[in-house]
T-cell receptor, first 113, second 115 residues
């Protein structure tokens, strides 16, 4: 059984600070990792993906992957109130791109103005 | 570019009725996924297709659920008969399932309420 674990939160962070979201996964064969943002009542929106160990930066977002520890994280720098949402970690087992994702239940992030 | 298109956006029906959800994937994408989201269980993969062929339906909860993809631009998820516990938001997603994992793009979802 593939499992993806996230702290449900809410995680409250003051505006301008760094928000750190964490995710662990059980399947060592996992190869692709995704972070989705979901606003209330909306569909998940892809914000980052990472395949290799280390850091990947895109604007204010940095994804970090440590396959040995089966751990992936998302850092949001200079947090804005518009970043308030639920962040879903998703894991894909194969590299073929034709597999479904296993999602965590998400972390609810609140950015306090 | 048009994204993944789902219909209807909302569906309210009585227990025992047949429900059909529809999805049009992004043009050129050859993988299609059906997910269900509830507060209790989060986002769960129900079934996915690659090149119109069902690859894994192990997430389909029971025989009352069925999915088809008759061509590359259309898929349906059917529930017959429907039950109150099927109430959820159902998302369709698509991707290009070529070499190397590609991100999945989600439709706006169908909010299903079974009374």
């Amino acid at each position: 059984q593939k499992e993806v674990e996230q702290n449900s939160g809410p995680l409250s962070v003051p505006e301008g600070a760094i928000a750190s979201l964490n995710c662990t996964y059980s399947d060592r064969g996992s190869q692709s990792f995704f972070w989705y943002r979901q606003y209330s009542g909306k569909s998940p929106e892809l914000i980052m993906f990472i395949y290799s160990n280390g850091d990947k930066e895109d604007g204010r977002f940095t994804a970090q992957l440590n396959k040995a520890s089966q751990y992936v994280s998302l850092l949001i720098r200079d947090s804005q109130p518009s970043d308030s949402a639920t962040y879903l970690c998703a894991v894909m087992s194969s590299g073929g791109g034709a597999d479904g994702l296993t999602f965590g239940k998400g972390t609810h992030l609140i950015i306090q103005p | 570019d048009a994204g993944v298109i789902q219909s209807p956006r909302h569906e309210v029906t009585e227990m025992g009725q047949e429900v059909t959800l529809r999805c049009k994937p992004i043009s050129g994408h050859n993988s299609l996924f059906w997910y269900r989201q509830t507060m209790m269980r989060g986002l769960e993969l129900l079934i996915y297709f690659n090149n119109n062929v069902p690859i894994d339906d192990s997430g389909m909860p029971e025989d009352r659920f069925s999915a088809k993809m008759p061509n590359a631009s259309f898929s349906t998820l059917k529930i017959q008969p429907s039950e109150p516990r099927d109430s959820a938001v159902y998302f369709c997603a698509s991707s290009f399932g070529g070499a190397g994992a590609q991100p999945q793009h989600f439709g706006d979802g169908t909010r299903l309420s079974i009374l």
